[in-house]
């Protein structure tokens, strides 16, 4: 009897599809506690900054130099980003600092699946019990903990559960508030922007949009990292051409002066962060750049000899 049995439970297994493996408390704990990383210690990414009101209902939560942003709603928190692994703790405490509760996320979203941008994702995934949206393009990274090419291959990240899928155009509602997933591939093969409406200080209607990141980042673009990338990333910037968004925010605060225009609020310019040239002046950069490098990568793969 017992090895029939057997073959019936190894057949109950099989069929059953795998969930995706969650980390343990004990496997997020301990990339918390790694020490930073050159790429992260260098650039200053995981250094404190107070968190603040953006504008309306977004709020900063991150470190200086890799992004978090919290939307209020009326029936709970939105939470998009969650830096590295070492920036959870930061995080959670910048969410508590404002008034809110980790607790209170119902959705956490995420730009893409590097991990200075999902490192931290799995920690507030178990903290908050909020429903994980992401890209399908960018899901299996997000589930296996790593990003399978470019300068972060090596850089693993606690796995975590992708709950929900969403594909460009696609909106998101909370209590009265939406968000509209805007895909801008390249960057990785899932990067997604997001975008809310939002009402300024003084009234006036505004459009925020949350840039995933349309860099190179140190990645092969010549040869193409997965086929299709070239094409991505100038599909990425013609549509980012065609949207109109004032307040511009991205997935490091460099690329949107984090630093100076908090400087500038916080001296009295309730505005400090509507900018209406903002986006397109970024999307014209960040093309000019990628160009540039893929020229570059182009002509060294022509003479290898070099
Ligand atoms: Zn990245």
Redesign the pocket.
Known sequence: MRAPLLAALLLAACATPRAAPLASEAEIAAFEAAPLGPMASGADWNAPFAPFNIIDNIYYVGPAGVSSFLIRTPDGLILIDGGLAQSAPIIIANIAALGFDIRDVKYLLA??A?F??AGGLARLQRASGATFVASAADRAPFEAGRFPYGP?KDDRFAPLRVDRVVADGETLSLGGVTLTAHLTPG??PG?TSWSLPITGADGAAHTAFIH??A?T?GQSVAPESYPGMVADYRTTFARTRTISADVFLA?HGNFFDLAGKRARQIAGDANAFVDPDALQRFNAQMEAAFNAELARQQAAAASPSQ
């Open positions: 730009s893409h590097h200075d941008h972060s960057h990785t990067c995933c990141s860099t980042g997935a």
